[in-house]
């Protein structure tokens, strides 16, 4: 009986686009919770090195590799036409601050730990310079000044929709963010921020 029902949650789930693993995890711990403790099979790429660099940094692995999705598609020997490197797709110049800053005497953004190191930490850095505001960080993060045109205002809210849609599909409890983050926005269709 039990079999048949979360046969049936995980087929409802499917058709909402929910992930599979949320709906099994979720359905074993309701079940019995001694299942919840199981761990299940990484969900993407790097999965454990972006778990250990975003928690040195106080971020939720499942937004980095939202980030690092929309970024390179896990590759991290991606190069894009302005010359961006690597998993979090970091330009040169902005690397060679952090790296300093951070300690690196020497650096390879192709080196997927050094590239997530840089990254997660220039994005942390933007989350705390925005006061919180995630969709202005993301918004710095993929394009600079450009991409904000003014508080609340972005060029860029397609790659903003993209990483939080990212973020949810890995992540399987959007609730997640909302209590790891201290002002979570969205965009909504005006291309303004809204409280959510």
Known sequence: MATVAGARQIEAATALDIPEQAVVKAWRMRANPVYAKVDLPPRYPYADLISRVSAR??????????????????????????????????????????????????????????NLI?????????????GGDLAMALSYYNGGRWGIVSRGQFRNRGYIRSVMQH????????????????????IDSRNTVSAQ
């Open 57 to 114: 940094f106080g971020l939720p692995a499942d937004l980095i590799a939202g980030v690092v999705y929309v970024e390179s598609r896990f590759n991290p020997r991606c190069v894009s036409h302005r010359g961006a490197v690597g998993l979090m797709q970091l330009l040169p110049s902005t690397a060679r601050p952090l790296a300093r800053k951070l300690g690196f005497k020497r650096y390879d953004l192709f080196d997927p730990e050094t």
């Open 167 to 186: 973020y949810r599909r890995f992540d399987g409890d959007s609730t997640t963010l909302f209590a790891a983050m201290p002002n979570p926005r969205a």
């Open 118 to 130: 840089l990254g997660v930490y220039f994005l942390k850095d933007r989350i705390r310079a925005y």
